[in-house]
């Protein structure tokens, strides 16, 4: 966990938003990097201007492409879990800070669209962020179960 709150990391709250979106993005690299980790998981809500837009968007580290199937998993599991959308699951693109070339394999959850009344309605209830959250760790498990599985084999 690099955050517990809905506070950033940043380092000052004195300096402009991008300058404090860069130093938070920073800080959960440091804590990457410096973690024993087998995996980041980064758990988003998503925004667009159009208002209809809705559904599941995953992506994974270009440079970890062997955590696509997981990535692929934690999507149909979230989708069969709260009926949501789903979107093709891709590599991140360069945009995404913490996906450029992170040392560990990571993958991005947008799990939903705040900018869709009905999404946002559903991400404010409870039961459905733990249904998500059930959905992603029940994804991570099986995933690491599968893969020590094949190891002993």
Request: glycine share 6%; proline share 0%.
């Given at each position: 966990m690099t955050r517990?709150?809905?506070?950033?990391?940043?380092?000052?709250?004195?300096v402009s938003l991008r300058e404090m979106k860069r130093s938070d993005m920073s800080?959960?690299?440091?804590?990457?990097?410096?973690?024993?980790?087998?995996?980041?998981?980064?758990?988003?809500?998503?925004?667009?201007?159009q208002r209809s837009v809705n559904g599941l968007h995953i992506f994974y580290a270009k440079n970890h492409a062997e955590i696509a199937p997981l990535a692929e998993n934690i999507q149909a599991r979230m989708s069969e879990i709260t009926g949501a959308k789903t979107h093709a699951v891709k590599t991140a693109d360069k945009s995404l800070f913490l996906m450029k070339n992170p040392p560990i394999p990571a993958i991005l959850v947008e799990c939903g669209f705040l900018s869709n009344a009905e999404e946002e309605r559903k991400l404010n209830n409870d039961d459905y962020q733990s249904r998500i959250a059930w959905a992603i760790a029940d994804s991570v498990e099986k995933y690491y179960m599968l893969s020590d599985d094949a190891k002993e084999k």
């Open positions: 517990m709150g809905d506070s950033g990391l940043q380092q000052s709250a004195d800080t959960r690299l440091s804590i990457m990097k410096k973690s024993s980790s087998d995996l980041f998981v980064s758990i988003h809500m998503n925004y667009f201007e």
